[in-house]
């Protein structure tokens, strides 16, 4: 998995013009670790190298939906996490049902015996991309590469205290943070052994979400 990885082409961003707001007693994503730096979420531009991969995968692993109404736009949720998440996506402009169309999903798949981490298979590219959101507890043990300069490198110990440092930091914030992993795959069946093509995942990003607003200062 050394190596550069796949986008989908920036071409197909388009501007959203909602002005999507939210309630001051919901979620926001607070804190994004990205790049091997802990930004404020706000402050989490495509100046980051990481920033395209990052938010495609987010935007592939949010579950809520989003429906134009005029010129509002609807999120509809399973939780106010992942409607904290679709949020954060409108409000860097990208078009999620688009990049979900660029991107259809092949399969989804359950990476742990307690089938609490799940992650779907993606075709992007002509090529199939695991992606998996999850806790940081499930995932990161699936994780033997980050992504750092647009490159997937070897987790090595000074990004391993990096990466727990930056956990560290949003849990004591009072942050629910989820781990955002991929990997690429070149061929993929339903038959394979879910173990072995789970197995060393890229780390792509740490996402923090809590009360405090994500235009907000430390």
């Not at 798949?109 to 959101?133: G, M, Q």
């Given at each position: 998995?050394?190596?550069s990885?796949?986008?989908?082409?920036?071409?197909?961003?388009?501007?959203?013009?909602?002005?999507?707001?939210?309630?001051?007693?919901?979620?926001?994503?607070v804190?994004?670790?990205?790049?091997?730096?802990?930004?404020?979420?706000?402050?989490?531009d495509?100046k980051?190298?990481g920033?395209?991969?990052?938010?495609?995968?987010?935007?592939?692993?949010?579950?809520?939906?989003?429906?134009?109404n005029?010129?509002?736009?609807?999120?509809?949720?399973?939780?106010?996490?992942?409607?904290?998440?679709?949020?954060y996506?409108?409000?860097?402009?990208?078009?999620?049902?688009?990049?979900?169309?660029?991107?259809?999903?092949?399969?989804?798949l359950?990476?742990?015996?307690?089938?609490?981490?799940?992650?779907?298979?993606?075709?992007?590219?002509?090529?199939i991309?695991?992606?998996?959101?999850?806790?940081?507890?499930?995932?990161?043990?699936?994780c033997?590469?980050?992504?750092l300069?647009?490159?997937?490198?070897?987790?090595?110990?000074?990004?391993?205290?990096?990466?727990?440092?930056?956990?560290n930091i949003?849990?004591?914030?009072?942050?629910?943070?989820?781990?955002l992993?991929v990997?690429?795959i070149?061929?993929?069946?339903?038959?394979?052994?879910?173990?072995?093509?789970?197995?060393?995942?890229?780390?792509?990003?740490?996402?923090?979400?809590?009360?405090?607003?994500?235009?907000?200062?430390?």
């Amino acid at each position: 998995m050394m190596g550069s990885v796949l986008h989908l082409p920036l071409s197909s961003i388009e501007k959203n013009k909602s002005k999507e707001s939210k309630s001051s007693t919901g979620l926001s994503v607070v804190d994004i670790y990205i790049d091997g730096k802990l930004k404020k979420a706000h402050l989490v531009d495509d100046k980051e190298k990481g920033f395209g991969i990052f938010m495609h995968s987010l935007i592939l692993t949010n579950s809520a939906r989003i429906i134009s109404n005029g010129n509002e736009k609807l999120l509809i949720a399973s939780d106010s996490y992942e409607k904290s998440i679709a949020r954060y996506i409108l409000s860097k402009g990208f078009n999620k049902p688009l990049i979900e169309s660029l991107a259809p999903k092949v399969s989804e798949l359950t990476l742990n015996p307690d089938k609490n981490l799940k992650a779907s298979a993606y075709l992007i590219n002509e090529s199939i991309r695991l992606i998996s959101k999850g806790s940081t507890e499930d995932l990161l043990s699936k994780c033997s590469f980050t992504l750092l300069d647009s490159k997937f490198t070897k987790l090595t110990r000074k990004s391993l205290f990096k990466i727990n440092n930056a956990i560290n930091i949003m849990m004591n914030k009072g942050l629910k943070v989820y781990a955002l992993a991929v990997k690429d795959i070149e061929i993929f069946s339903k038959m394979m052994d879910i173990e072995n093509i789970s197995n060393h995942m890229s780390l792509v990003a740490l996402i923090g979400i809590g009360q405090k607003d994500y235009i907000g200062t430390n």
